[in-house]
């Protein structure tokens, strides 16, 4: 896959590292040159840009990226401009990092959906969202084995867990089913109040809504969302 990582920090130069160890193609931009010369070893790509210029975003091959994570740090101003000109380019998938409370509400104002937070967020854990498709969260285990929440692929909304059989075809663990409360919504972060069904009752039909709680082998649980 292929990524670009704006801000070489110590968060995005980590995740920026950690991502390129992992096989993918990472382009990691900073307006600072001794940030791009400190990971040049290390990333597949680095380069000096400052991206709250609209013509140098626009040089970037943003159709060809599976994400754009703008992991810049104090300057929130930056992070800000950066974040809306991506929008701007309509970038399929854009991730935001806030630092404060207020940083994380503009980023949501200006329709940035993906947001991490450092304190919560280690670079580990968002490089393991970012290679499972539909992940809302991940817990590692270890560096190969994770938690994932996913949201259920649209080929298997309506078809039960029996008929899935997600254990044998794709060696993954059925933890819990995350069933949305339709007269319950948490108005501060826009998300549902969940039921936790740890029973995974295996002939109720999955819904669109859903969120399957799943364990195991980090390719096996990508398998099962490119299946």
Known sequence: ???????????????????????HEVIGIDNREDKVDEYKESISIVMVMDTTIPNAVKSLPLDDIDAVIVAIGEDIGSSILTLTILK??????????????IHR?????????????????????????LQIENAKSVM?????????EIAIPAKYI?????????????????????IPQKDKLLDIFNLRDYKIDFDANI??????????VIAGHINDIKRLNES
């Open 1 to 23: 896959m292929k990524y670009i990582v704006v801000g070489l920090g110590y968060f995005g130069g980590t995740l920026a590292s950690t991502l390129t160890r992992l096989g």
């Open 88 to 101: 701007n380019f309509n970038v399929k998938r854009i991730i935001g990092r806030a630092i404060t409370p």
């Open 105 to 129: 509400e503009i980023l949501q104002q200006i329709g940035i959906t993906e947001i991490i937070q450092p304190e919560e967020d280690s670079a580990l854990k968002v490089s393991s969202i």
């Open 140 to 148: 590692e285990l270890n560096e190969d084995n994770v938690i994932a």
């Open 158 to 178: 309506g078809h039960s867990l029996e008929t899935i059989n997600l254990t044998e075809r794709f060696s993954v663990k059925v933890i819990a089913v995350k």
């Open 203 to 212: 002939e109720r039909p999955i819904r669109e809504d859903d969120i399957l």
